[in-house]
């Protein structure tokens, strides 16, 4: 089966549900067939899972979109969904190490991943989305 691996990655309050789909559309309008999933993650065991499936299924993602945003956007924006919670929970030194860790990740293979700064406007940051384009439609059609 081919195709093109994308994942989306970044804090809670990124966009990343919302151009998820916008990329999805996009994609289609230009005759790409998407297929749409969520990973498991957010607790201990699912993120076990998702470290099993990624290791023992050699399944890497082809490019990784990381919607890159400061904590205390992340922290307003899922405040004003009424979804602080899992933020209080964790702590704000735990997001800025995983924030950190995505950024290290894309500074290292930079041939995998792209960083957009989700701390602009939707409109913005859907206008970079538009951005890669070009070079996503590339490489589905190989």
């Known amino acids: 089966m081919s195709g093109l691996f994308i994942t989306l990655e970044g804090p809670e309050g990124a966009g990343k549900s919302t151009n998820r789909e916008y990329l999805a559309e996009r994609l289609r309008e230009n005759g790409i067939e998407v297929v749409l999933s969520r990973e498991p ?9 998702r470290e099993l499936l990624l290791v023992q299924g050699e399944l890497r993602p082809h490019l990784t979109l990381v919607f890159d945003l400061p904590v205390e956007i992340g922290l307003s924006r899922a405040a004003a ?3 602080l919670d899992r933020f209080e929970q964790e702590g704000r030194d735990f997001f800025e190490a995983v924030r950190q860790t995505y950024l290290q990740r894309a500074a290292a ?6 960083v957009l700064d989700a701390a602009q406007s939707l409109e913005a940051v859907q206008r970079a989305i538009d951005a890669l ?3 996503i439609l590339e490489r589905c059609r190989g």
Do not use: C, Q, V, W
């Open 41 to 49: 993650g957010g607790t201990p065991l699912a993120e076990r899972i």
């Open 81 to 83: 969904r009424g979804r």
């Open 109 to 114: 293979a930079p041939a995998r991943y792209r």
């Open 133 to 135: 384009l070009p070079e």
